[in-house]
């Protein structure tokens, strides 16, 4: 491990050979569980650093949290088959990953894919889960939303700059965020690009666009209302962008049916999927797990 601003680096290798990558923050942090932070599609672990700061320091409860980096994204080895970016072969690597850290229990909080994840999850290593924070996802996704999604991977706008990065995404999700202020946009832009001498590159595997035009989209995405029905017993907390297009109302209105326990909030001025350091989010999710725990 090698110290950083707030997180050591730790590396682990998956089953089939690959240099793995997570953070660690608060890694001497006493109190509960530790809280496992699971990215989305083509993000990393940089996504999770403020409310892993916040968790990990809190005065009255800090915790350990794990942040993990995906294959082919961050500080993970790319993988030579793009086809083995799916959400099992990540949900196992997660599991290795864990394993090597010797977590056998822990919160979850998983942002689109990796709330995807948590749900394979469920059904590989149940008893892993004690409490689970949904970031903008659920069993079913909407059509429009990873159209959206496939649009901007499939044509990204070529930038030489930071500040080029920051007008490109805006100009991609500025309608959907409104509530982001100047320095929010910085951070996402810096949690999206990795820095080559100045310059910005999108911090994943290019090759993994190919799982995203794969999909025909012309046919209902799969469901995972399965998996989801397997996390009846644990303590749920979703948190929806007002402006998402991943995920509708409809779907949290059946996910409330089927876990009569789950707690909802809805994030002001935000899309898919919600800045999860922004407003009181962090001591809400905090909150959350502490409760969780308790039960």
Request: glycine share 10%.
């Amino acid at each position: 491990m090698t110290g950083g601003a707030g997180f050591d680096d730790f590396f682990y290798t998956s089953k089939d050979g690959l240099r793995l990558h997570a953070r660690i923050y608060g890694h001497d942090a006493g109190g509960g569980r530790p809280i496992i932070c699971l990215p989305g599609l083509t993000r990393n672990a940089r996504d999770f650093h403020e409310v892993a700061l916040f968790l990990s320091t809190a005065a009255n409860a800090p915790r350990k949290v794990i942040a993990f980096d995906y294959r082919g994204r961050g500080a993970s080895a790319y993988d030579p088959e793009w086809k083995n970016y799916n959400i099992v072969t990540e949900a196992g690597d997660i599991l290795a990953g864990l394993d090597a850290l010797e977590i056998g229990e822990a919160a979850f909080i998983g942002t689109s894919r990796g709330g995807l994840i948590i749900h394979m999850l469920a059904a590989m290593r149940p008893t892993m889960l004690k409490a689970i924070v949904f970031n903008d996802i659920g069993p079913e996704i909407e059509a429009e939303g990873f159209a959206h999604i496939r649009s901007y991977l499939e044509n990204p706008r070529p930038v030489a700059s930071f500040a080029e990065a920051e007008a490109a995404q805006r100009a991609v999700h500025g309608a959907d965020f409104p509530a982001l202020t100047d320095a929010d946009w910085v951070r996402l832009v810096r949690a999206l690009y990795r820095d080559e001498n100045g310059r910005p590159l999108a911090d994943y595997d290019p090759e993994l666009v190919n799982t995203v035009v794969a999909l025909d989209l012309r046919q209902r995405l799969p469901a995972m209302w399965d998996q989801f029905d397997l996390l009846a017993g644990i303590p749920l907390l979703l948190i929806r962008g007002e402006n998402t297009r991943l995920l509708s109302t409809e779907t949290v209105a059946e996910m409330e049916r089927r876990h009569p326990g789950m707690e909802t909030v809805t994030v002001a001025g935000q899309g898919h999927p919600p800045l999860l350091e922004a407003g009181d989010l962090p001591e809400r999710i905090a909150g959350f797990i502490a409760q969780a725990e308790g039960r």
